[in-house]
């Protein structure tokens, strides 16, 4: 069984209104990796999901969920 990790970081972001700029400095990783994450193309470390995590004020698990 192979199991993926969806996100919220997208939805998340446009409710907060801030760019994936704001949200890479936030979190202190670059843009590039913001857009990855929210397409789905890189699972962030467990230290950076949480630190994208904290910045929406959000349980880790809200933004990242198995599927």
């Known amino acids: 069984m ?11 972001r446009r ?6 700029e704001d949200l890479a400095e936030a979190v202190g990783v670059s843009r590039q990796t913001i ?3 929210e397409r789905g193309n890189y699972t962030p470390s467990i230290l950076l999901a949480l630190k994208i995590a ?3 004020h ?6 990242f969920q198995l599927s």
């Open 2 to 12: 192979s199991e993926t990790i969806i996100n919220l970081v997208h939805e998340l």
């Open 15 to 20: 409710e907060a209104k801030i760019t994936q």
């Open 35 to 37: 857009i990855a994450i």
């Open 54 to 56: 904290q910045h929406f």
């Open 58 to 63: 959000q349980p880790l698990e809200k933004v």
